[in-house]
């Protein structure tokens, strides 16, 4: 007699509903680490603009607290007793112009969607941004420059940037000179 052991399988259809299974797991645990790999690079990006952001703001804010008053024959500002103003910084480049610490003319101004300075001496302006961000927009608001209210002379700074994976800031600043320029 002839015995015949019984064999254990699986039968087609749970081989189907075992593959399904683990492709639907394969599936949900691979968008999970496409998607935080997009917020890890979002949150890079972001943190990239800040930085930046908070470097260029930090730069301007230094040489505008420092900035002096136009006192000798106006040549960088339009007149004596300025202390910045809004015009040409170069031929055709609209910006805040104002005389630095070292006496020098400088000014800070938006070009081809970055923020550039430019001081006398320079052959070329500078490009304060990287090429990563792009500055959509850079406002100037001037309070006091003339001296007739008595208020210490201050600059407002606007800017809207935007930077890698559609990360964007909007930030603004005020400042105000370091020495007192209030006439007694």
């Not at 997009?38 to 972001?46: C, E």
């Not at 630095?100 to 923020?115: D, E, M, T």
């Not at 407002?156 to 020495?179: A, C, D, H, P, Y």
Request: glycine share 8%.
């Amino acid at each position: 007699m002839v015995t015949i052991k019984s064999q254990k399988s699986f039968t087609l259809i749970e081989l189907l509903v075992a593959v399904m299974i683990f492709s639907l797991i394969g599936g949900i645990a691979a968008g999970v680490f496409v998607t935080g790999l997009r917020a890890q690079r979002k949150s890079l990006a972001t943190q990239e603009i800040l930085s930046q952001t908070s470097y260029l703001m930090e730069y301007m804010s230094r040489a505008l607290r420092m900035a002096r008053k136009e006192l000798s024959a106006p040549d960088c500002l339009s007149q004596d007793g300025l202390n910045y103003e809004i015009a040409d910084v170069i031929p055709g480049q609209s910006g805040l112009k104002f005389r630095n610490y070292q006496g020098v003319c400088q000014g800070f101004f938006l070009q081809a969607g970055q923020l550039k300075e430019w001081k006398e001496g320079y052959l070329e302006p500078l490009a304060l941004t990287s090429e990563d961000l792009q500055v959509s927009n850079f406002n100037v608001h001037l309070l006091g420059e003339t001296q007739t209210d008595n208020l210490q002379p201050r600059v407002t700074l606007f800017l809207n940037i935007e930077g890698k994976e559609q990360s964007k800031i909007k930030i603004q600043t005020t400042v105000s000179q370091r020495n007192l320029d209030v006439p007694k």
